[in-house]
């Protein structure tokens, strides 16, 4: 099996810059493709940004580009995701997530972490 494990989640005000991490344990062999969802209260979980096994290549949800950005640091079995220029709508609880290759539904991710609430005041 494979643990996740978010950390960074907090209270922050709009305009800060925040990075979230998530480290994996267990089987970590099993661990492709790593990525960030997102979950406001009352809405589904929706994707916000993957990277590939090797790092290499990664993908973001169109609204989070160019202020959101993931990393991965494979010998350490983490991955990252800072975000800047915090919103409001921003607020949520994020779920690292990881998988055998990338993808933009929950359902292509075999792994889940507990989740960490962020959460932006204006």
């Known amino acids: 099996q494979v643990q996740l494990v978010e950390s960074g989640g907090g209270l922050v005000q709009a305009g800060d810059s925040l990075t979230l991490s998530c480290a994996a344990t267990?089987?970590?062999?099993?661990?492709?493709?790593m990525a960030w969802f997102r979950q406001a209260p009352g809405e589904d979980r929706i994707f916000v940004a993957a990277?590939?096994?090797?790092?290499?290549?990664?993908d973001y949800e169109d609204s989070v580009k160019g202020r959101f950005t993931i990393a991965r640091d494979r010998a350490k079995n983490t991955v990252a995701l800072q975000i800047n220029s915090l919103k409001p709508e921003d607020t949520a609880v994020y779920y690292c997530?990881?998988?055998?290759?990338?993808?933009?539904?929950?359902?292509?991710?075999?792994?889940w972490g507990p989740g960490t609430q962020v959460t932006v005041s204006s």
């Open positions: 997530a990881a998988g055998v290759r990338i993808g933009v539904w929950p359902n292509e991710y075999n792994y």
């Open positions: 267990g089987r970590t062999s099993r661990v492709g493709a």
């Open positions: 990277v590939t096994s090797d790092g290499e290549m990664t």
